[in-house]
C-alpha cells in the first residue's frame, strides 16, 4: 500500500519522527527527522533510541562546504568528521545537537564548526546508488517537502540489538510514529525522478519485420537495456518486458521457453506496432554465471526455483523499474502487456503505468522445457495460455 505522505508530514511536524525500516536488512529500522526542524525535544526523544545519531547530507554537497570524510576501511557508510556548531558550549547536549543540525541544514560551512565534534555526520551517494538509510532519509526529507538533511538514529531494544521487528512496531505504536519502509521511499523515487531517457534511435530490419532500436541513457541501474519499437503503435500499444536470455534467445536451448517467445511477440508486434523492452535481467536476475551454476543443480535434480535458492538467491530477482522509466521516456502511461506472469502488470501499476489489458505470451513447449514451464505455474504464479 503507498504510504500517505501527507500524514507522514503532518505526523513529523507535530514532533513524532518517522520510522523508516529496512526490509531489505532484516528489519533494521532508524527514527529519522528533519535536521532543519531539530530541537531539544525531538533530539532528547531520538537519543534515547541507544543507537548513534547522525545528520545525513549529500556527500558532494558536503565535500564543498569543507567537511571532509574520516579515513575509513572496509565500510559502506561514508563518515565525516562529527562537528559542533560554534556556539555551542560543549555541542554534546540536546539542544546544542539539535542547533548544531539545524545551522548544517542552513548551508553554513565548514569553518562556521569546531571538529571533532558530537554530531556525526554520514554522506549519501544518491538512491541509485546505494539503497541505505543514510540515502533513504535523504530522499525521505525531499518527498515530505523539506530540505535534504536528516537526523536519524538506530533503534536499538531493550538488550541493546537492532533488528527486533516486535520491538520497532511495538514502539512505534506506542508513540504513534509513522512507519514506512526504504522500498516505499524506493517506489517514491523511482516514480519522481526521470533517470533513464532516450540515447539513440535506429532503423533495425529483421526476419519479422522493420523495427526501430532505442538504447538509453540509463541512471537508474546502469544496466544496458534497449527497446525494440514497431511504429505506428496505438496510444495504448501492444508491451512486451522480455528478460535477456542468452541460451534460449540467442543459442536456441530448448530448456526454457525465452527464444521462442521473443519470436512470436516480435511477430505480433511487427502486424499490430507496440513495443518490447529487452531487458538486461539474465537468469531472472540472478546473471550468466550464476544462471549456468543453477542449470548444474537442475542437472542434478533441483528445479529452477530450488537452483536458484540453493545458490542463494530468490526463485525471481527481476526489478521493473527501469521498464518503467523506460515506458514514460517513450512517452507511454498505458499498456496492453504481453506476460503470463501477472506481477510484471502489478508492478508497474505500483509505479503507475496502467495495464489495460493482459494478453498471454506463446510460447513453444517441448519435452525440455515443460518441467521448467510447471515450475513456473506452480510456484512463481504465471498464467500459461496451454497445458504442461
Known amino acids: 500500500m503507498k504510504p500517505d505522505w501527507e500524514s507522514i508530514r503532518r505526523a513529523i511536524i507535530d514532533g513524532k519522527p518517522a ?24 533530539v532528547n526523544f531520538m537519543l534515547s533510541m541507544k543507537g548513534l545519531l547522525c545528520l545525513t547530507i549529500d556527500l558532494e554537497q558536503a565535500l564543498k562546504r569543507g567537511f571532509f570524510p574520516l579515513p575509513s576501511k572496509g565500510g559502506e557508510t561514508n563518515f565525516l568528521i562529527p562537528v559542533d556548531y560554534e556556539e555551542t558550549f560543549t555541542g554534546i547536549t540536546a539542544e546544542e545537537r539539535a ?25 549519501g551517494v544518491g538512491l541509485n546508488w546505494r539503497r541505505g538509510h543514510t540515502e533513504s532519509s535523504l530522499e525521505l526529507m525531499e518527498i515530505l517537502g523539506f530540505k535534504r538533511y536528516a537526523l536519524i538514529v538506530e533503534i536499538l531494544n531493550g538488550e541493546g540489538d537492532s533488528h527486533d521487528h516486535d520491538y520497532v512496531l511495538k514502539f512505534a505504536k506506542e508513540h504513534d510514529l509513522p512507519v514506512l519502509t526504504t ?27 522493420e523495427f526501430r532500436i532505442i538504447s538509453f541513457e540509463n541512471e537508474l541501474d546502469f544496466k544496458e537495456h534497449v527497446a525494440i519499437v514497431k511504429e505506428p503503435y496505438s496510444e495504448v500499444p501492444l508491451v512486451r ?26 511477430r505480433m508486434i511487427a502486424q499490430e506496432g507496440g513495443i518490447l523492452l529487452y531487458m538486461d535481467q539474465e537468469g531472472r536476475g540472478i ?4 544462471k549456468i551454476k543453477a542449470y548444474e543443480l537442475q542437472d542434478k535434480g533441483l528445479d529452477t526455483v530450488q537452483a536458484n535458492e540453493a545458490l542463494g538467491h530468490k526463485g525471481d530477482e527481476r526489478t521493473y523499474e527501469a521498464a518503467f522509466q523506460m515506458l514514460r521516456a517513450l512517452g507511454v502511461s498505458k499498456v496492453r502487456l504481453i506476460t503470463n506472469n501477472p506481477t510484471k502488470a502489478r508492478a508497474l501499476e505500483e509505479l503507475g503505468i496502467e495495464v489495460v489489458e493482459m494478453i498471454p505470451a506463446p510460447g513453444e513447449v517441448t519435452e525440455h522445457n515443460r518441467p521448467y514451464l510447471r515450475i513456473k505455474a506452480e510456484k512463481l504464479g504465471h498464467k500459461l495460455p496451454f497445458e504442461v
Open 19 to 42: 520510522v523508516l525500516v529496512d526490509n531489505r536488512r532484516e528489519f533494521e529500522a532508524d527514527l529519522v527527522y528533519p535536521a532543519e526542524l531539530a530541537n531539544s525535544e525531538v
Open 99 to 123: 542547533l548544531t543540525a539545524r545551522k548544517i541544514a542552513e548551508g553554513l560551512e565548514v569553518e562556521h564548526f569546531r571538529y571533532p565534534g558530537h554530531l556525526h555526520l554520514l554522506g
Open 183 to 209: 522500498d516505499d521511499v524506493w517506489r517514491e523515487f523511482v516514480r519522481r525522478k526521470q533517470l533513464v531517457s532516450v540515447y539513440a534511435n535506429a532503423r533495425l530490419p529483421t526476419r519479422y519485420g
Open 241 to 266: 518486458i522480455h528478460s535477456k536470455c542468452l541460451t534460449g534467445d540467442t543459442l536456441a536451448s530448448l530448456k526454457c521457453d525465452c527464444g521462442s517467445q521473443l519470436s512470436n511477440v516480435l
Open 287 to 290: 546473471g550468466l554465471k550464476e
